[in-house]
């Protein structure tokens, strides 16, 4: 047998024992167990990439200090452009990049094929961390390492509902998953995206980290 054939047989057999790590930790978190309490009035975020519920939790007591304006380092968008009409079908993928003007809209979206066997240096936990993501199974970030890096707060509102969709994530790509573009294609009249940014060290806004205004755009779906 081969060395890859091994470490697929050992991932393979790892998944049933990981899966039920992650049912118990998200168990804890609803249980009143160790987990965070989602942060007051920002339980409808989603979490995308590898953030935590304690960067929201920086990034949102971060926005009571006020907002930056920076353009060198604010959330530009990509895709929607102002007064787009967007195809209901297929889900489509909003993109921004930071600083500087508007660029090209990106390639549509293909997901990243899923490998199981680790390169050289690569820890199986990252395996299977992307094992479990293209399963769409969610971890509890909460219990993993705290998060470093730029995040990105997108607020998509209409008129009767400022919340229509909130996200926070580390990627500069969001593609809604079927049950969230529900929500965009049941909406009533236009629908404005919004993005602020912040740099977090350890789950904290660095100091002139943020938050940053980024920009808006106003577009509709298609029926």
Same mark, same amino acid.
């Given at each position: ?6 470490? /697929?047989?050992?991932? /393979?057999?790892? @998944?049933?024992?990981? $899966?039920?790590? /992650?049912?118990?930790? #998200? ?11 989602? =942060? ?10 590898? %953030? ?9 007591? !971060?926005?009571? !200090? ?9 959330? +530009?968008?990509? %895709? ?10 297929? @889900?489509?993928?909003?993109?921004? &990049? ?18 199981? $066997? ?15 993501? !293209? /399963?769409?199974?969610?971890?509890? &970030?909460? &219990? ?18 400022? *919340?229509? +969709? ?15 573009? !529900? *929500?965009? =294609? ?6 404005? @995206? ?19 205004? #980024? ?5 509709? +779906?298609?029926?």
């Amino acid at each position: 047998m081969t060395n890859q054939r091994r470490v /697929l047989m050992r991932l /393979l057999l790892t @998944v049933p024992f990981a $899966a039920a790590a /992650l049912v118990a930790c #998200g168990s804890d978190e609803t249980t009143g167990g160790d987990g965070p309490t989602p =942060t007051p009035g920002y339980e409808d975020v989603e979490l995308y990439g590898e %953030v935590t519920d304690e960067a929201l939790a920086a990034f949102t007591a !971060a926005l009571g !200090a006020g907002i930056t304006e920076d353009a060198t380092r604010a959330a +530009v968008l990509d %895709v929607p452009t102002e007064g787009q009409v967007i195809p209901s079908d297929p @889900v489509p993928q909003f993109a921004w &990049h930071f600083g500087g003007t508007s660029e090209l809209a990106p390639e549509p979206f293909d997901a990243l094929p899923l490998r199981f $066997a680790p390169s050289r240096g690569e820890a199986p936990s990252r395996v299977l961390g992307a094992f479990f993501g !293209a /399963l769409g199974v969610r971890s509890a &970030h909460a &219990h993993g390492a705290p998060f470093n890096g730029r995040a990105t707060f997108l607020t998509f509102a209409t008129a009767d509902n400022p *919340k229509l +969709v909130r996200i926070f994530t580390s990627q500069t790509v969001f593609q809604p998953s079927v049950q969230t573009w !529900a *929500k965009f =294609t049941a909406a009533t009249g236009p629908i404005t @995206v919004t993005l602020l940014s912040a740099d977090l060290e350890q789950n904290r806004v660095i100091l002139d980290g943020g938050p940053i205004q #980024g920009g808006s755009a106003t577009f509709t +779906v298609a029926p």
